[in-house]
């Protein structure tokens, strides 16, 4: 798991070390007006790529064989080729109603979207981890540097949208291209399939893993909506200048997370799942080691961009995103939470706990929205940071206590048989 771990972390590093390095350059390229159009519209078409195959390439990693996942893929094919029908007609009628011409990507940059993340689902349950960090140079870094080109051809919104959906284009490529993956070692999640048991079918593997669709789908559309709704509405309040500087400065705070989140996330899932439904204490002790690893990171991040957010903004994106970095010191305690949390979705996937984390998360994201507003409503942006953060300690508090003292599926120190000396 650490050599794994490690291998997605230096692929993830120099993934967003490009973008980090060519930040400075971007915000002289682009306006925060600009800037605050691509974030909506990137928002828009996360919130529809993120749900594109029915989250059923997330079972990828549970399916028991070679033949389940097979089927699984091609499911996850059919929804996504639906999804991106669907979200071409969506842009055009955006594009229709706006004016907006780069409104016509949203297709594409669902189905790329969709795409990506079957592959890299795909990937994980055959353990191609370097394929993965390679790909993810090619996903982050290749979109800045795309970006960056045309900033300076002068490519506006259009550009900033364009760049990212040919990067994403590559990493998909590139993960496809080394040919079949190797099938994972089977899941201890039932009894091996017999000669005489009923070929499985596309609706019956549909039926068997219908809680990613059902539970799953809905918690993850809904956590991407929180970002287009947030965007949306400091756009309708204070314009899309400050919508810019919000984007910004969540894009760059939550780099580290997305880093490490993915990188964690993608080795911890096969290793939890492989233990079968339900947590087992040496399954919850790694979950508690993570959590320990990672808030004491967060916490030194917390402190950083507490103490020294607006100086760091200033001096790498210039003096006109001093505001983005002042937002940046508000916002530290729950970049900090988030930091955690990021790689801590799929625990209640491998551990059979959807409903519930779908019901936490409509309490976290209607709290989200809710101190937004009300922060919006009483100080502006900074009275808006300073509300997320105090609502989401709350929230996150409560997650990672729950998670740490899940009940465990079998007993801590389970009985011994009894000797010849104490049986009765």
Known sequence: MLRATLTLLAGGALAQALPLL??????????????????????????????????????????????????????????????????????????????????????????????????????TRAGRF????????????GAALAQAVAGALHGGVLGLVVAPIAAQGLAVLLLWAGGRARPAAPVSAGPPATPAAPVPTLRTTAWQFREFPLLNTP??????????????????????????????????????????????????YPQLAARGPGPTP???????????????????????????????????FGAGWREAGELARVLAPYIGA???????????????AQAWALRLALWGQAAFVGALALGLHLGGLQGAGRAVSLAMLVYFGWYFWRLATWPCTEPIDPPTAPTPESSP
């Open 282 to 316: 040496a399954a919850r002790a790694a979950v508690r080691r993570v959590m320990g690893l990672l808030g004491a990171l967060a916490l030194l991040l917390s402190i950083v961009l507490a103490a020294a957010g607006p100086w760091l903004f200033e001096r790498l």
């Open 22 to 123: 060519l930040g400075p350059l971007l915000t002289r390229l682009y306006a925060p007006q600009e800037f605050g159009a691509f974030h909506l519209f990137a928002a828009v078409a996360g919130n529809l790529a993120v749900v594109a195959c029915g989250r059923y390439e997330f079972a990828l990693p549970l399916a028991r064989t070679p033949a389940e996942a097979t089927l699984l893929r091609r499911l996850c094919g059919r929804l996504l080729g639906l999804a991106a029908g669907l979200s071409a007609l969506g842009g055009l009628g955006w594009a229709w109603w706006s004016g907006l011409g780069w409104a016509l990507w949203l297709g594409p940059a669902v189905a790329v979207g969709g795409a990506l993340s079957l592959a890299t689902m795909w990937a």
């Open 338 to 352: 988030h930091f955690v949390a990021a790689p801590l979705a799929v625990v209640t996937m491998a551990w059979g």
């Open 130 to 141: 370097q394929a993965l960090a390679v790909a993810r140079v090619l996903q982050y870094g």
């Open 219 to 268: 918690h993850a559309f809904l956590g991407a909506l929180q970002d287009t709704a947030s965007l949306a509405l400091i756009a309708a309040t204070l314009g899309p200048a400050a919508a810019g500087f919000w984007g910004l400065a969540l894009r760059y705070l939550k780099a580290p997370a997305t880093l490490v989140g993915s990188a964690v996330s993608q080795v911890l």
